[in-house]
């Protein structure tokens, strides 16, 4: 499975847009790219997926260059309630028979 | 979608003692996980249950200590035995469903 790798940490303000990104060198060919965000005593939950180019839904935006080598989530607007761990993932989709290998993942604090 | 509820939430044990964890799906799934999530650390995958078949216990579990039961498509245990305060960790139960995979809200073991 591709490795992953993405900051420990990142801060940033209410109103901002935030962007996370995400190293995957060795992505396979079948691989998709994707995004949980896990609050405190909760499971991760899913927040976004794509294979290539960009995918935008009502919480996030998910770009990813031609090479795939790499992806950025976009977090438009933050607020403080996005204060979270975000995990970026590679993988079959949906996870496949071997289910998601987890990183360390981004620790996200959003200030006032 | 699916909606994932765990018995108990958290609980307390002693050393030695065992703890069965319950995971419930609102729909029936194949593909079923349970995963650990030691304190500030990331997901790592303990096995996998398919319905059907004999849980696939991933390096460093072994079923002795974490035996599990997948009777049907919508319910499995996960089974802590002779724990120690090490098994001290929030365990998960995940399943995939329509390509994205679902995560319960954890059980939160603490072990004296």
């Known amino acids: 499975l591709a490795k992953t790798t993405q900051p420990i940490s990142m801060d940033s303000y209410e109103g901002q847009e935030v962007n996370i990104t995400c190293s995957h060198n060795n992505i396979a060919t079948n691989d998709y790219i994707t995004w949980y965000q896990q609050f405190p005593s909760q499971g991760p939950r899913f927040i976004i997926q794509g294979y290539k180019t960009k995918v935008t839904n009502e919480v996030a935006s998910l770009f990813i260059p031609a090479d795939r080598k790499s992806s950025t989530l976009s977090l438009p607007r933050v607020s403080l309630s996005d204060t979270a761990v975000y995990y970026c993932?590679?993988?079959?989709?949906?996870?496949?028979?071997?289910?998601?290998?987890f990183g360390k993942g981004t620790h996200l604090i959003i200030q006032p | 979608s699916a909606v994932i509820s765990q018995k108990p939430s958290r609980d307390i044990c002693q050393r030695g003692t065992s703890l069965t964890i319950q995971c419930q799906v609102d729909?029936?799934?194949?593909?079923m996980f349970w995963y650990r999530q030691q304190p500030g650390q990331s997901l790592t995958l303990i096995a996998t249950?398919?319905?059907?078949?004999?849980?696939?216990?991933e390096s460093g579990f072994v079923i002795d200590k974490f035996p599990i039961s997948r009777p049907n498509l919508t319910f499995s245990t996960l089974t802590v035995s002779n724990m120690s305060p090490e098994d001290s960790s929030i365990y998960l139960c995940?399943?995939?469903?329509?390509?994205?995979?679902?995560f319960g809200p954890g059980t939160r073991l603490t072990v004296l």
């Open positions: 249950a398919n319905q059907g078949s004999e849980a696939t216990y």
């Open positions: 995940s399943v995939v469903s329509d390509n994205e995979q679902f």
């Open positions: 729909s029936q799934v194949t593909m």
């Open positions: 993932l590679v993988g079959a989709l949906g996870g496949g028979a071997d289910g998601l290998t």
